[in-house]
């Protein structure tokens, strides 16, 4: 991720999207799915659950989705 985006200003819109989920630039929503597909990605199905109290495979199934 870092070679694609300017960590500096990204970092910056992920925090302001935080701020104000109402208005995130679709754009950038779907940058942050993408980066939550690829985290969980690479979880343990014991660690998804342990982190999220949800099984991986729905985790997977709703972020690519979205």
Known sequence: ??????????????????????SIDPNLEELMFSIYSV??????EDDCY???????EDLLRNYQFA
Do not use: C, D, E, Y
Not at 3 to 16: D, E, G, L, M
Not at 39 to 44: D, F, H, K, R, Y
Not at 50 to 56: D, N, R, S
């Open 1 to 22: 991720m870092l070679k694609v985006t300017h960590s500096t200003t990204f970092q910056a819109r992920i925090i302001n999207a935080a701020n104000n989920m109402a």
């Open 39 to 44: 985290s969980v990605s690479n979880l343990a």
């Open 50 to 56: 342990a982190l999220f109290g949800t099984p991986k």
